[in-house]
T-cell receptor
Framework: KAGVTQTPRYLIKTRGQQVTLSCSPI?????VSWYQQTPGQGLQFLFE???????NKGNFPGRFSGRQFSNSRSEMNVSTLELGDSALYLC?????????????FGPGTRLTVT | DAKTTQPNSMESNEEEPVHLPCNHS???????IHWYRQLPSQGPEYVIH???SNVNNRMASLAIAEDRKSSTLILHRATLRDAAVYYC????????????FGAGTRLTVKP
């Protein structure tokens, strides 16, 4: 079974631009979560989607948004990029939504904002 | 917030067992204990999770204390490939189900 895939793997953007990152979950998985990882803050939860609905959201500004499609694929968008948004963005999928289900992570998208 | 406490770093010798401790004194009856690890330059990898009973899988064992306030991840024979940051995460039912990563334990495996 193929793992979680994320595209693109690397991205360079300029401050003020917007960016869209894509995540394809493991086949059959219906929940997708997004995380930001930086050297200073570590791994931080962004949001989680299940059945095309955002189930919960971390403490990030409204510039960070996401959505999930009917085939469970997910995208996250960051508008008006800031230098501090440079990070590794990780997507994880799980079979269903809930604390009893393990998450499987993709390789991440490395975003650099200049 | 539900929190876990782990040592910042641990060392092990190759082919020896490793016991990685985690304290979660605020745990309640419905909270799950999850372990993930992150190898250098990779995304986190699921290791194991449990609720009350000890759990075993092909990667590791999870030993949960009787009062559930602590747990131990056991790698039975450490290999160089097991060198990673290990995260113990408490997933709380009434905390919107999100996963909150702490700083984890950096495991170094010596040949």
């Amino acid at each position: 079974k193929a793992g979680v895939t994320q595209t693109p793997r690397y991205l360079i953007k300029t401050r003020g631009q917007q960016v869209t990152l894509s995540c394809s979950p493991i086949s059959g998985h219906r929940s997708v979560s997004w995380y930001q990882q930086t050297p200073g803050q570590g791994l931080q939860f962004l949001f989680e989607y299940f059945s095309e609905t955002q189930r919960n959201k971390g403490n990030f500004p409204g510039r960070f948004s996401g959505r999930q499609f009917s085939n469970s694929r997910s995208e996250m968008n960051v508008s008006t990029l800031e230098l501090g948004d440079s990070a590794l963005y990780l997507c994880a999928s799980s079979l269903l939504w809930g604390i009893a289900y393990e998450q499987y992570f993709g390789p991440g998208t490395r975003l650099t904002v200049t | 917030d539900a929190k876990t406490t782990q040592p910042n770093s641990m060392e092990s010798n190759e082919e020896e067992p490793v016991h990685l401790p985690c304290n979660h004194s605020t745990i309640s009856g419905t909270d799950y204990i999850h372990w993930y690890r992150q190898l250098p330059s990779q995304g986190p990898e699921y290791v194991i999770h449990g609720l009350t009973s000890n759990v075993n899988n092909r990667m590791a064992s999870l030993a949960i204390a009787e009062d559930r306030k602590s747990s131990t991840l056991i790698l039975h024979r450490a290999t160089l490939r097991d060198a990673a940051v290990y995260y113990c995460i408490l997933r709380v039912l009434h905390n919107n189900n999100d996963m909150r990563f702490g700083a984890g334990t950096r495991l170094t495996v010596k040949p």
